[in-house]
């Protein structure tokens, strides 16, 4: 239905945004142009673990660099 496809794209723009700024809640709220409370509802509405991503991204970015 088109409330999934909103929740599931809301939900991955979230998450590339958490990614990209190290789960950091203010930046990413800046990036996606939204309040940082707002951001932090969506987060728990979503259930949207921060640490899981941030450690995915180091992970990523460790295997990246032992590729070299």
């Given at each position: 239905?088109?409330?999934?496809t909103?929740?599931?794209?809301?939900?991955?723009?979230?998450?590339e945004?958490?990614?990209r700024?190290?789960?950091?809640?203010?930046q990413?709220?800046?990036?996606?142009?939204?309040?940082?409370q707002?951001?932090?509802?969506?987060?728990k509405?979503?259930?949207?673990?921060i640490?899981s991503?941030?450690?995915?991204?180091?992970?990523?970015r460790?295997?990246?660099?032992?590729?070299?």
């Amino acid at each position: 239905s088109l409330n999934n496809t909103i929740q599931n794209y809301t939900r991955a723009a979230i998450c590339e945004a958490l990614k990209r700024t190290n789960g950091n809640i203010s930046q990413s709220a800046r990036l996606l142009q939204m309040s940082r409370q707002s951001l932090q509802y969506r987060i728990k509405r979503y259930q949207i673990n921060i640490d899981s991503i941030v450690r995915n991204q180091s992970a990523s970015r460790n295997k990246h660099i032992t590729n070299w």
